[in-house]
């Protein structure tokens, strides 16, 4: 990982509460990558689990980075060094001690699906009316929160972190050290069922993310009853949704027409009319409650949420549609679950275009035990909402493929994961122009391969 930043050495090492008496140094970034060193890096030596960063310090001096933070015992050679036995430990302290020197408004995304989506619409809708930071492309983990906040310009008003877990205790921490004024739980999936066994632990390991609010406010799906039935622990919240009659927020009258979705919010006291997302799915207009109820919260207003929603753009490999050759390419392969598949092929099925339907699917990991009726599950959703055409690659998606056909749909190809070649050329020749195709799997498969060979 490495991020930009703009301090001196001897700023950094005030604020991790760490000696440095030596010449000072412009600290342009901030890397814990050995790999990435440039000028003007500081190289954080972190222990992990397979590897002790302390043994790459050598590697980054040699590289020229600008100093390190290491432990006493590692060989720095000549190079500018702030010490300490536990670099995590220092940057949690120079991160916080960053954070509230800037003193912005903080908010917290987590949840099995839809984190980025929903963290990229605050973004959006915050930045509408004030400067705005985010955590960028996968920095959930407590070392890219850390990077993140350490990354925060001065004059900032708002930062958005999104925050994801492999284990219990993980939320936790971030919450911890970032101290959310307002917090948001998207939804509770079946993601990570191979480690936590039960979507109550998941849930569990969610709501760690008010450890740390300390009297904010909790953003939360409220059609999870996983969620819903822990209302009166949480604390101060709102809730939002399409189908309890409970939620704070909702959306009624929702159109899909040329790429855009347009509904109506509905809250408790009023209701807003012809709201517009640049995206189409109930699963994006879901996500977008969950913006619009935090941009209130934040005191934006209601024009303000509606110029940042409408100027939302997706990221990365998620939800990008585009033609190739005269096939429509939904590109939605940065990851899957079961629940964000099922909801891409509802997507899928609402676009108004006029070709045939079709998909590539493949492995959604991590999901233990329930492995297996899992991936049946979506292959009977991808029969029920009309696909035409059914293309898996991997093991566990052959899986996939016979709930399809179980489901009633004929026209299926698998393929196993190191096929990726023959898989597009079945798309290729499934396909016409004027088809759309959805492409989705978990980010192991790197299913991107498979449209740079259409």
């Given at each position: 990982?490495?991020i930009?930043?703009?301090?001196?050495?001897?700023?950094?090492?005030?604020?991790c509460?760490?000696?440095?008496?030596?010449?000072?140094?412009?600290?342009?970034?901030?890397s814990?990558d050995?790999?990435?060193?440039?000028?003007g890096?500081?190289?954080?030596?972190?222990?992990?689990?397979?590897a002790?960063?302390?043994?790459?310090?050598?590697?980054?001096?040699?590289?020229g980075?600008?100093a390190?933070?290491?432990?006493?015992?590692?060989q720095?050679g000549?190079?500018p060094?702030?010490?300490?036995e536990?670099?995590?430990?220092?940057?949690?302290?120079?991160a916080?001690?960053?954070t509230?020197e800037?003193?912005?408004?903080?908010v917290?995304?987590?949840g099995s699906?839809g984190?980025?989506?929903?963290?990229?619409?605050?973004?959006?809708?915050?930045?509408?009316d004030?400067?705005?930071?985010?955590?960028?492309?996968?920095?959930?983990?407590?070392?890219g929160?850390?990077?993140?906040?350490?990354?925060m310009?001065?004059?900032t008003?708002?930062v958005v972190c999104?925050?994801?877990?492999?284990?219990?205790g993980?939320?936790?921490?971030?919450a911890?050290?970032l101290?959310?004024?307002i917090?948001?739980?998207t939804?509770i999936?079946?993601s990570?069922?191979e480690?936590?066994?039960?979507?109550?632990?998941?849930?569990?390991?969610?709501?760690?993310?008010?450890d740390g609010m300390?009297?904010g406010t909790?953003?939360?799906?409220g059609d999870?009853?996983?969620?819903?039935?822990?209302e009166e622990?949480?604390g101060?919240?709102?809730?939002?949704?399409l189908?309890d009659?409970?939620?704070d927020?909702?959306a009624?009258?929702?159109?899909f027409?040329?790429?855009?979705?347009?509904?109506?919010v509905?809250?408790?006291?009023?209701t807003v009319?012809?709201?517009?997302l640049?995206?189409?799915?109930?699963h994006?207009?879901t996500?977008?409650?969950?913006a619009?109820?935090?941009?209130?919260?934040?005191?934006a207003?209601?024009?303000?949420?509606?110029r940042?929603?409408?100027g939302?753009?997706?990221?990365?490999?998620?939800q990008?549609?585009?033609?190739?050759?005269?096939?429509?390419?939904?590109?939605?392969?940065?990851n899957?679950?079961?629940e964000?598949m099922?909801?891409?092929?509802?997507?899928?099925?609402?676009?108004?275009?006029?070709?045939?339907k079709a998909?590539?699917?493949g492995d959604?990991?991590?999901l233990?035990?329930?492995?297996?009726e899992?991936?049946?599950k979506?292959?009977?959703k991808?029969?029920?909402?009309?696909?035409e055409?059914?293309?898996t690659?991997?093991?566990?998606?052959?899986?996939i493929?016979e709930?399809?056909m179980e489901?009633?749909?004929?026209k299926?190809r698998?393929?196993?994961?190191?096929?990726?070649?023959?898989?597009a050329?079945?798309?290729?020749t499934?396909?016409?122009?004027?088809d759309?195709l959805?492409v989705k799997?978990?980010?192991?498969m790197?299913?991107e391969?498979?449209?740079?060979?259409l």
């Amino acid at each position: 990982m490495i991020i930009n930043v703009d301090f001196t050495l001897k700023k950094l090492a005030a604020l991790c509460s760490l000696p440095y008496e030596g010449e000072d140094v412009k600290i342009t970034s901030i890397s814990t990558d050995s790999r990435e060193i440039e000028k003007g890096t500081l190289f954080v030596a972190l222990r992990g689990e397979k590897a002790d960063g302390n043994a790459y310090v050598p590697m980054a001096a040699a590289k020229g980075a600008a100093a390190v933070l290491c432990s006493p015992s590692a060989q720095r050679g000549e190079c500018p060094a702030l010490l300490c036995e536990d670099a995590l430990e220092a940057l949690i302290r120079g991160a916080k001690a960053h954070t509230a020197e800037i003193s912005p408004l903080k908010v917290a995304v987590t949840g099995s699906v839809g984190k980025t989506t929903t963290k990229e619409m605050i973004f959006s809708v915050l930045s509408a009316d004030r400067p705005t930071h985010k955590s960028e492309s996968n920095y959930n983990t407590i070392t890219g929160l850390l990077l993140t906040l350490l990354a925060m310009p001065r004059g900032t008003k708002a930062v958005v972190c999104e925050m994801g877990m492999s284990a219990r205790g993980e939320i936790s921490q971030m919450a911890r050290v970032l101290e959310p004024h307002i917090g948001v739980i998207t939804c509770i999936g079946s993601s990570h069922l191979e480690y936590l066994k039960t979507r109550e632990n998941i849930a569990s390991a969610k709501c760690e993310l008010l450890d740390g609010m300390n009297g904010g406010t909790l953003i939360f799906h409220g059609d999870e009853p996983l969620l819903r039935n822990r209302e009166e622990s949480i604390g101060q919240s709102v809730s939002f949704g399409l189908t309890d009659a409970r939620n704070d927020l909702t959306a009624e009258n929702i159109v899909f027409e040329n790429g855009c979705s347009r509904f109506d919010v509905r809250m408790r006291e009023k209701t807003v009319c012809g709201v517009t997302l640049p995206v189409t799915g109930k699963h994006n207009v879901t996500d977008a409650l969950a913006a619009y109820a935090a941009g209130l919260l934040a005191g934006a207003e209601e024009d303000t949420i509606r110029r940042g929603l409408m100027g939302y753009r997706t990221v990365g490999m998620r939800q990008n549609l585009y033609e190739k050759n005269g096939l429509w390419i939904l590109e939605d392969c940065y990851n899957a679950g079961p629940e964000s598949m099922m909801a891409s092929l509802e997507n899928l099925s609402a676009l108004s275009k006029n070709g045939r339907k079709a998909a590539v699917l493949g492995d959604m990991f991590e999901l233990g035990d329930a492995s297996e009726e899992l991936h049946r599950k979506v292959g009977r959703k991808a029969a029920e909402v009309g696909l035409e055409m059914l293309i898996t690659v991997g093991e566990g998606a052959k899986a996939i493929a016979e709930g399809a056909m179980e489901g009633g749909l004929t026209k299926v190809r698998f393929f196993e994961t190191e096929e990726i070649e023959q898989a597009a050329e079945a798309a290729k020749t499934l396909c016409e122009s004027g088809d759309l195709l959805l492409v989705k799997a978990s980010r192991g498969m790197r299913l991107e391969r498979l449209i740079a060979l259409l």
